[in-house]
């Protein structure tokens, strides 16, 4: 038997590498066909994310910043559409815009395939998407003293005095959503600079408005103190916390899969690792003897 197993460990050792690559490529390829149901556990920071959103009232105005490029898209996309998903549940309105230049048509498509999609909603209606600006925390200090001047157009060049949204007016004759004012909660979903960090430092408190934000998952541990001290009411960082938040929500989407999926190539890698020691070690006992 010993010899046996020396005779594998030599064989293995001029095993052609692209085995390994195959095995890998199975192994993450496997959830996104077969459904694996994976224990999730709910950190903390996640679920005060979830209550964020779900303690809104039907008609109350969300600012959503989605503030990534595509480069960032495998990762975010997931909190994305999940949060619009349990907004739009909520009946809640949404206004869309972003600092980054090659972020509008990732809120464009987000904002069409889930509102008019899923729920059908009527955009200027139900939502809106304002486009890009450049002026980064320039632009967050300006929306609080006026969307408009920020603003004067949507995504399509269309004044937003003629979207329903965003023209209605109050009993006093002023706009009812025009500034951080007639917004009950800023969602952030960033990759970076500008991003989280900004709209919590120029906003938060200049403002009073509360805010939850999901990122990419390195980013994350830069964010945990504002939640200790406050300035952000929930987080969502990386896949797996997009995954938490599907958990909460009940909803099998990209992130969860993508969890799976990404379970099951750290158990084999692992698995490799573990054997190709093993078959090292009795490869090298052989020759010695």
């Known amino acids: 038997m010993g010899a046996g197993v020396r005779r594998t460990a030599e064989r293995l050792e001029t095993l052609d590498r692209r085995w390994i690559f195959i095995i890998m490529a199975l192994a993450l390829s496997f959830p996104l066909f077969v459904p694996i149901e994976l224990p999730i556990r709910v950190s903390p920071v996640v679920r005060g994310y979830f209550e964020a959103v779900d303690a809104l009232e039907p008609g109350d105005i969300v600012y959503l910043a989605v503030d990534y490029d595509p480069g960032s898209k495998p990762e975010l996309e997931p909190m994305l559409n999940a949060s619009l998903r349990h907004l739009f549940g909520k009946h809640v309105k949404v206004v869309g815009a972003t600092l980054w230049p090659a972020a509008p048509p990732l809120l464009e498509t987000g904002l069409r395939e889930i509102g008019e999609g899923e729920f059908d909603l009527v955009y200027g209606v139900d939502f809106v998407n304002l486009g890009f600006k450049e002026g980064k925390e320039n632009v967050m200090v300006q929306l609080g003293k006026s969307f408009r001047a920020v603003y004067p157009n949507d995504y399509y060049g269309t004044p937003v005095g003629e979207l329903p949204l965003l023209a209605e007016r109050g009993p006093d ?38 805010i939850v934000a999901g990122c990419t998952a390195v980013s994350a541990p830069e964010f945990y103190p504002y939640i200790q001290s406050g ?14 938040y599907e958990q909460l ?34 490869g090298r006992r052989g020759r010695k003897v």
Not at 231 to 236: A, D, I, K, T, V
Not at 264 to 275: E, M, P, W, Y
Request: hydrophobic share 45%; net charge positive.
């Open 231 to 244: 300035q952000l009411s929930g987080l969502l960082g990386g896949l797996s916390g997009a995954a938490e």
């Open 249 to 282: 929500l009940g909803l099998r989407g990209w992130a969860v899969t993508g969890m799976a999926a990404q379970s099951l190539g750290h158990v084999t890698i692992v698995i490799l690792i573990l054997f190709g020691n093993l078959f090292y070690f009795f």
């Open 173 to 210: 004759g002023a706009w009812r959503v025009d500034n951080f004012d007639g917004v009950k909660l800023l969602v952030n979903i960033s990759g970076g600079y500008p991003g989280t960090k900004e709209w919590v430092q120029q906003v938060r408190t200049r403002y009073n408005i509360p």
